[in-house]
């Protein structure tokens, strides 16, 4: 234990701390600039709509959006034949004027009636929903995939591990010493497995904490609320971060022990950062390696997006659990090789 408590001393050592320290003041300046996501509908209307319609999905909530829509869809369509009317003289001014306000109005709310509609049949599909304004909960999730703030502490955490020793020719006097070569290795891996865990949760904790700041409401909700994200059973949606705030750093210690493995076979920084990142990042950016088996085989394709509703934990702590023997196992035998 005393091994393990210097080493990860060693891990977080003061440079280490205000390198990861500015990295999370990064992390949480970035939260407050404008995501600048696209949505089908406009914000505004959709806030003035739920100040009428937030609460529990009702039957009458939903006939009132669909006659919404229906009307709107009357009001948009006879356009061109009121033009022609007012043109003819048929109508007055004043009733081409009424007809020309609610024409501009329709126009702007057609979007989010639509999607507002579109929404309340979701709700009627799997029941027990409330109306609230989610707009920042899904812009917040649908940026919470792949995190190159917590790759980047992680990778720079994790590098020197192992190259510090192989670099510094301190490894030889290291393996002989009482402590003996594979409780020192194993030692370190720990270690580093621990640090990249806590290293990546704390990014992630600090995104929560200043979306927190900014808006952060109605998290108690279920996340089923959101349209889509149907399958989740009754979980929050502070909860559901959480969880996949949790199973994102897993995937992060276990790579941390990967990383570790290739540094002791390229045992030199560069190179360790170059081939830790490659094949990490690269599956990440990949969107097929976020689905199916290649979620639980590669750790780009868990870090990639949000956990999805057919997500095996049972699957994934196994293969993180195979991954981690195996990159250990390799990282013990090429320690302990003498030069």
């Known amino acids: 234990m005393k091994l393990f408590l210097y080493e990860l001393k060693k891990i977080f050592s003061p440079k280490i701390l205000i390198v990861l320290a500015a990295v999370l003041m990064l992390q949480f300046w970035l939260c407050y600039i404008p995501s600048g996501q696209e949505h089908e509908y406009s914000i505004d209307v959709y806030k003035q709509y739920l100040e009428q319609y937030g609460g529990e999905f009702t039957e009458e909530k939903y006939q009132s959006l669909l006659a919404r829509s229906a009307e709107i869809g009357n009001i948009i369509a ?25 024409y501009h109005k329709a126009s702007s709310e057609e979007s989010t009636v639509k999607y507002l509609v579109k929404k309340s049949e979701y709700f009627k599909e799997i029941g027990g929903c409330v109306y609230f304004y989610d707009t920042d909960w899904e812009d917040f999730l649908g940026g919470a995939g792949f995190n190159f703030f917590a790759a980047f502490a992680v990778i720079f955490l994790v590098i020197p591990v192992f190259c510090n020793e192989h670099q510094s020719n301190a490894r030889s006097m290291l393996v002989t010493s009482a402590r003996g070569q594979l409780d020192l290795c194993i030692s370190k891996l720990c270690a580093a497995f621990t640090a990249a865990f806590l290293t990546a949760a704390a990014v992630y904790a600090v995104k929560y904490a200043a979306f927190c700041t900014i808006q952060g409401n109605y998290g108690e909700y279920a996340v089923h609320n959101l349209l889509g994200h149907y399958g989740y059973g ?7 971060y959480f969880t996949d705030l949790l199973i994102k750093s897993a995937a992060w210690a276990v790579g941390a022990v990967f990383i570790c ?14 081939l830790s990142f490659v094949p990490i990042v690269f599956s990440a950016l990949i969107g097929d390696f976020s689905a199916g088996i290649y979620r639980y085989l590669l750790l780009g394709g868990v870090l990639a997006e ?15 659990a195979i991954k981690t023997v195996i990159y250990s196992a390799i990282c013990c035998v090429l320690w302990r090789k003498r030069e």
């Not at 006879?78 to 007809?99: N, P, R, T």
């Not at 009754?234 to 559901?240: G, K, T």
């Not at 493995?261 to 170059?274: R, W």
């Open 78 to 102: 006879v356009h061109d034949d009121m033009v022609d009317a007012y043109q003819k003289e048929k109508i007055s001014f004043d009733e081409f004027e009424e007809y020309n306000f609610q």
């Open 234 to 240: 009754d979980i929050s949606l502070v909860r559901y």
């Open 261 to 274: 493995a290739v540094s002791n076979l390229t045992k030199n920084m560069i190179f360790t950062a170059f």
């Open 306 to 320: 949000n956990y999805a509703a057919d997500f095996n934990m049972t699957a994934f702590t196994f293969a993180l």
